[in-house]
């Protein structure tokens, strides 16, 4: 695919150029900002706890050359604009004012990257679908989203967020098939999954899985809330495997002393 193809079929990202709360000026990756944390939730059920409870807001990158150079890997998050990936994030976290949460579409509008383990980052992207003028879009693909998600070696996945009341939109089609010759992985998240009813969640799950078993790349579909918490084990699982982090979700909710006592068991029976 040539590089103007390539842009052509972007999909129509953007963002309304109205002012962010978050930084908005470029971080050089050696003089990175202190994180930021956010205000921790504690888990509804202590049994299922927030599995990145040490995500912290890193900085936000107006251009490609200031991502972290220190980033071994990456989970970038796209979607249509008001899709839920910032909240998704705060949910994945379990903390509320992480990423940025807009009741006005196009809020993000560029990379804002968040650590969630040494070396292991979230992105959130900037949304699609709000632009203002075909210029703003263009100019934003060319210069910083088209280049990251091709060329970003570290990015060893992406989340396309789709409200589960309108998946599969045109842009996210666009999307899809601009991503798939990647051959890296997709995970869909059909986000407000709180607002179907059971019925209309398993009719729109086993809907859009159909709809893209023939893309041609690895790509997988979950239901998800950040209302509710659902799905949310299931896409800690898929995030951890990419990340390269061992899938203990729960691993924070366990007290010094049981992980010590188990540890010291282990090695008993090691001898
Ligand atoms: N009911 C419900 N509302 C949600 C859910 N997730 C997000 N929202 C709401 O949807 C709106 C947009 O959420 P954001 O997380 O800011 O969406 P975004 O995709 O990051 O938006 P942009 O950054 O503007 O592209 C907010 O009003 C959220 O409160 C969910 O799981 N259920
Ligand atoms: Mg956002």
Request: hydrophobic fraction near 35%; charged fraction near 25%; proline fraction near 8%.
């Amino acid at each position: 695919m040539s590089n103007s193809q390539t842009l052509k079929s972007a999909p129509k990202t953007s963002a309304k150029p109205s002012p962010e709360k978050r930084p908005r000026s470029a971080v050089s990756a050696k003089k990175l900002p202190k994180p930021v944390s956010g205000v921790v939730v504690p888990p509804k059920d202590p049994g299922h706890a927030h599995p990145f409870p040490r995500t912290e807001f890193l900085t936000t990158v107006a251009r490609l050359r200031d991502a972290p150079g220190d980033a071994v890997a990456e989970v970038a998050f796209v979607g249509r604009s008001n899709a839920g990936k910032s909240s998704a994030i705060n949910t994945l976290a379990g903390k509320t004012r992480l990423a940025y949460v807009s009741k006005t579409p196009g809020r993000t509008q560029h990379l804002n990257y968040f650590s969630v383990a040494p070396d292991r980052y979230f992105v959130d992207l900037p949304g699609y679908g709000f632009a203002k003028v075909p210029e703003d879009v263009r100019k934003q693909w060319d210069t910083l989203l088209g280049p990251y998600l091709q060329t970003r070696e570290q990015l060893k996945g992406l989340v396309i967020i789709m409200d589960s009341r309108r998946p599969l939109t045109e842009m996210d089609w666009q999307m899809l098939e601009w991503f798939a010759p990647t051959g890296r992985e997709i995970h869909v998240l059909l986000s407000k999954a709180d607002k179907l009813s059971r019925q209309e969640q398993t009719k729109t799950l086993r809907a859009v899985k159909a709809d893209l078993a023939d893309l041609g790349c690895p790509v997988s579909v979950q239901l998800f809330s950040s209302l509710k918490r659902t799905g949310v084990a299931e896409a800690a699982a898929v995030l951890k495997r990419w990340l390269g982090l061992c899938d203990n979700t729960n691993v924070e909710s366990v007290p010094p002393e049981i992980t010590e006592a188990a540890q010291r068991m282990e090695e008993d029976n090691a001898e």
